[in-house]
């Protein structure tokens, strides 16, 4: 049974009430009050100081000093006036439980709001952080495709330039090289006059030799006559086989016109790739595979260049946007970056893509949930965050660090543990 403390003293104005309670030993650590507008409860074991006042009074207000083995308490009045007695009179066990429980209620009720109303401005906070946040974001990103935009106009002036210069340098080029044919025509037709003088030569003097010749002139046919001309070839064909296309199915199983319908098909969509990316005329064959640009991130990423992985990532999501693991890697650079709203955003993509859910992507689930929630946490959305890592937990159970990531976050959001 607690002792009831009756030996106090009070005194009052008409604004105020002070009450000193002596208690043997008293110190803040454990001292237990309870004060409301009509009740006060001081309970120090093996010691109980209990009052129901007499008028209202404004609790929130109210103070009481512990030290020196007393509690000096200073309650203000709701009401200016003078009270009779510290405690209302005629009061039985039955009212006496009533005042207790309703004190009770209100009080829980009191620190109900109190937490709810603490609740909705840190939600507040969060929420204007949070915009602030994606106002800078938004304001970064519009820089940097201004500046984007003032290189490639730059890019652009200096290829103009260098392609003018080229034209000229070609002009040039054809005049002089039409300067040299006209000089080596010249030449040709300088050559032809002489080889037509000599030719013109030659004719007069056979005619002059063939009148001195005549006598001999049988002679001459009679040695004709005597050498053998050969006969003409005669005429054939050449037949030419060429080596025939070879497709990888067997020949009992292909149906050529399908393949070759198959061929066209990836020859056009190829055209149109390369139509709807213009940046790929520049790349060399192997850039444009998005396998071999994932694989090219990767190694960025261990070396810790994130931006130029980032760009790697970018090229094979455009060339491919339907492989779950380009955004998954571009999510893990981003968290490096604190870029964590296209993180989130890129690991919700994720998931998109991992349907439907079956235990050959199960890992890639787990790795999406497990960043996402990351991402959510350092927002301080811790709520947010355990249930994409309560989601993990649901494909692999057994996984150690999830847990142990899960209940840390669990104690940040009870306020047991502090934020790290």
């Given at each position: 049974?607690?002792?009831?403390?009756?030996?106090?003293?009070?005194?009052?104005t008409?604004?105020?009430?002070?009450?000193?309670?002596?208690l043997?030993?008293?110190?803040?650590r454990?001292?237990?009050?309870?004060?409301?507008?009509?009740?006060?409860?001081?309970?120090?074991?093996?010691?109980?100081?209990?009052v129901f006042?007499?008028?209202?009074?404004?609790d929130?207000?109210?103070?009481?000093k512990?030290?020196?083995?007393?509690?000096?308490?200073?309650?203000?009045?709701?009401?200016?006036?003078?009270?009779?007695?510290l405690?209302v009179?005629?009061?039985?066990?039955?009212m006496?439980?009533?005042?207790?429980?309703?004190?009770?209620?209100?009080?829980?009720?009191?620190?109900?709001?109190?937490?709810?109303?603490?609740a909705t401005?840190?939600?507040?906070?969060?929420?204007?952080?949070?915009?602030v946040?994606?106002?800078?974001?938004?304001?970064?990103r519009?820089?940097?495709?201004?500046?984007?935009?003032?290189?490639?106009?730059?890019?652009?002036?200096?290829?103009?330039?260098?392609?003018?210069?080229?034209?000229?340098?070609e002009?040039?080029?054809?005049?002089?090289?039409?300067?040299?044919f006209?000089?080596?025509?010249?030449?040709?037709?300088?050559?032809r006059?002489?080889?037509k003088h000599?030719?013109?030569?030659?004719i007069?003097?056979?005619?002059?030799?063939?009148?001195?010749g005549?006598?001999?002139?049988?002679?001459?046919?009679e040695?004709?006559?005597?050498?053998?001309?050969?006969?003409?070839?005669?005429?054939?064909?050449?037949?030419i086989?060429?080596?025939?296309?070879?497709?990888?199915?067997?020949?009992?199983?292909s149906?050529v016109?399908?393949e070759?319908?198959?061929l066209?098909?990836?020859?056009?969509?190829?055209?149109?790739?390369?139509t709807?990316?213009?940046?790929?005329?520049d790349?060399?064959?192997?850039?444009?595979?998005?396998?071999?640009?994932?694989?090219?991130?990767?190694?960025?990423?261990?070396?810790?260049?994130?931006?130029?992985?980032?760009?790697?990532?970018?090229l094979?999501?455009?060339?491919?946007?339907?492989?779950p693991?380009?955004y998954?890697?571009?999510?893990?650079c981003h968290?490096?970056?604190?870029n964590?709203?296209?993180?989130i955003?890129?690991s919700?993509?994720?998931?998109?893509?991992?349907?439907?859910?079956v235990?050959?992507?199960?890992?890639?689930?787990?790795k999406?949930?497990?960043?996402?929630?990351?991402?959510?946490?350092?927002?301080?959305l811790?709520?947010?965050?355990?249930?994409?890592?309560?989601?993990?937990?649901?494909i692999d159970?057994?996984?150690?660090?999830?847990?142990?990531?899960?209940?840390?976050?669990?104690?940040?959001?009870?306020?047991?543990?502090?934020?790290?």
């Open positions: 049974m607690p002792l009831l403390v009756s030996d106090y003293n009070w005194q009052q008409k604004t105020a009430v002070f009450i000193s309670v002596p043997r030993g008293v110190c803040v454990d001292a237990d009050v309870f004060c409301t507008e009509n009740y006060l409860k001081v309970n120090f074991s093996p010691f109980l100081f209990e006042l007499y008028a209202p009074i404004d929130e207000n109210s103070k009481a512990i030290g020196n083995d007393t509690i000096v308490f200073t309650l203000y009045k709701k009401e200016a006036a003078m009270w009779e007695t405690s009179s005629g009061v039985d066990k039955e006496m439980q009533r005042i207790r429980e309703k004190s009770i209620l209100q009080a829980q009720k009191r620190a109900k709001e109190a937490t709810e109303a603490k401005a840190r939600r507040e906070d969060q929420k204007y952080a949070l915009n946040m994606m106002k800078i974001e938004e304001e970064e519009k820089k940097i495709e201004d500046m984007k935009e003032k290189e490639r106009i730059k890019a652009t002036k200096e290829l103009e330039a260098w392609k003018e210069c080229q034209r000229k340098a002009e040039q080029k054809r005049i002089q090289r039409d300067e040299k006209c000089e080596q025509g010249k030449k040709i037709e300088e050559e006059n002489k080889l000599k030719s013109l030569t030659k007069s003097e056979s005619r002059n030799l063939a009148t001195k005549r006598n001999s002139e049988n002679i001459f046919l040695k004709l006559k005597e050498d053998s001309i050969p006969a003409p070839r005669s005429i054939g064909s050449i037949k086989n060429f080596t025939p296309r070879v497709f990888p199915t067997a020949l009992r199983e149906q016109a399908e070759e319908e198959w066209h098909k990836q020859a056009e969509a190829r055209r149109a790739l390369n709807d990316i213009p940046e790929l005329f790349l060399k064959e192997e850039e444009k595979n998005p396998e071999w640009l994932k694989d090219k991130g990767n190694k960025l990423f261990a070396t810790e260049n994130y931006l130029a992985a980032i760009n790697a990532y970018n094979a999501i455009r060339l491919n946007n339907k492989i693991l380009l998954l890697n571009r999510a893990a968290l490096k970056l604190k964590l709203h296209k993180a955003e890129d919700s993509k994720a998931l998109e893509l991992l349907t439907p859910p235990p050959d992507n199960a890992n890639g689930r787990i999406a949930y497990i960043r996402r929630g990351t991402a959510f946490c350092q927002l301080e811790y709520i947010e965050g355990l249930q994409d890592y309560e989601a993990a937990l649901k159970p057994s996984n150690k660090i999830v847990q142990n990531d899960a209940e840390k976050i669990r104690k940040i959001i009870q306020g047991t543990e502090v934020k790290s």
